[in-house]
């Protein structure tokens, strides 16, 4: 099997063990350059690039500049929505929101934005749930028809620490979005709690008995965007996905490999998802040889 260009998140390295003393965005392309990585996804979470600080060309010009010294792409951007989250908001207070994060996208060249719902899964009270869900969907659309504009892809990472957090919660929202710039980002450790844990769904579990594979072949035509890293099964913090370095959780990277072989192949990033990870200096170094080791498994 052919691998795609990898990526790492620096979020890695400023969110959860990181947060009191966060590596600068440079140390972490320094990390992802000198390991084999091909690529950086952008966490526009201070003190990482925010698009009110890169809010010039020259400025862009000079962080792609140093981004790519250590002979990195861009995968994507995961941008900091939490002042908007769009079931909330009207569709001109995220729209303007939105436009800033796609100019910086412009000026640096990023075709994939990432957005989630924000909003906590048990904050949606039922009687407001349908409410809520047309204003997210109709927000995502408009977004989404904005993205066009820019030739940028917008994908939803759905986990269990956010609203619509079951499989069909997931399919019935990307398809009420119905926007060709639109699709979701599946990410194995939120596909593997969503879909075989349940984890923080309201009401009765929703659990599938194909689990990790199954969800994917469910939302197969949606994905646009690919996370890849482990799970142990359990959530961090009570929050959201326990993002385990790889082999040491329970998603069948090997199955699930070889199942949406030509669905990866095709990708043009995959990105290892380290998030909360509190030994992530010393096991995404070994993230790539074991990932490239059960590509050479699969034909």
């Known amino acids: 099997m052919k691998t795609s260009k990898i990526a790492i998140g620096s979020w890695a390295f400023s969110f959860g063990p990181y947060e009191k003393n966060p590596w600068t965005f440079e140390q972490v392309c320094k990390y992802a350059g000198e390991?084999?990585?091909?690529g950086i996804e952008i966490?526009?979470?201070?003190?990482?690039?925010?698009?009110?600080?890169?809010?010039?060309?020259?400025?862009?010009?000079?962080?792609?500049?140093?981004?790519?010294?250590?002979?990195?792409?861009?995968?994507?951007?995961?941008?900091?929505?939490?002042?908007?989250?769009?079931?909330?908001?009207?569709?001109?207070?995220f729209l303007s929101e939105v436009k800033k994060c796609l100019e910086f996208c412009r000026?640096?060249?990023?075709?994939?934005?990432?957005?989630?719902?924000?909003?906590?899964?048990?904050?949606?009270?039922?009687?407001?749930?349908?409410?809520?869900?047309?204003?997210?969907?109709?927000?995502?659309?408009?977004?989404?028809?904005?993205?066009?504009?820019?030739?940028?892809?917008?994908?939803?990472?759905?986990?269990?620490?956010?609203?619509?957090?079951?499989?069909?919660?997931?399919?019935?929202?990307?398809?009420?979005?119905?926007?060709?710039?639109f699709k979701l980002l599946f990410d194995s450790s939120h596909a593997y709690m969503c879909a075989v844990v349940g984890a923080r769904h309201n009401g009765e579990k929703e659990i599938l008995k194909g689990g990790v594979n199954e969800f994917a072949a469910m939302v197969k035509d949606q994905i646009g965007h690919w996370h890849l890293i482990d799970c142990d099964g359990t959530l961090h913090n009570d929050e959201t996905s326990t993002h385990s370095p790889f082999g040491t959780g329970q998603v069948d990277f090997k199955s699930f490999m070889q199942e949406f072989k030509d669905d990866l192949e095709q990708a043009n990033w995959w990105t290892f998802d380290f998030c909360f990870c509190p030994t992530t200096e010393i096991d995404a170094k070994d993230a790539i040889p074991y990932i490239k080791r059960l590509a050479d498994q699969i034909t």
């Not at 009110?52 to 929505?81: H, N, P, R, V, W």
């Open 107 to 181: 000026r640096m060249g990023i075709d994939v934005l990432r957005v989630d719902t924000i909003t906590a899964p048990d904050a949606v009270a039922p009687e407001l749930y349908h409410q809520h869900f047309k204003n997210l969907t109709d927000n995502w659309r408009a977004a989404a028809e904005l993205c066009k504009a820019y030739d940028v892809l917008m994908v939803w990472e759905f986990e269990p620490g956010f609203w619509l957090n079951k499989p069909s919660e997931v399919k019935l929202a990307v398809d009420t979005v119905n926007h060709p710039n």
């Open 35 to 38: 390991h084999g990585y091909d």
């Open 43 to 93: 966490n526009g979470f201070r003190p990482h690039p925010h698009p009110d600080d890169y809010a010039t060309d020259e400025k862009c010009a000079q962080l792609k500049a140093m981004i790519e010294s250590y002979g990195l792409g861009i995968s994507g951007f995961a941008a900091d929505f939490r002042d908007v989250p769009p079931a909330l908001v009207s569709e001109a207070e």
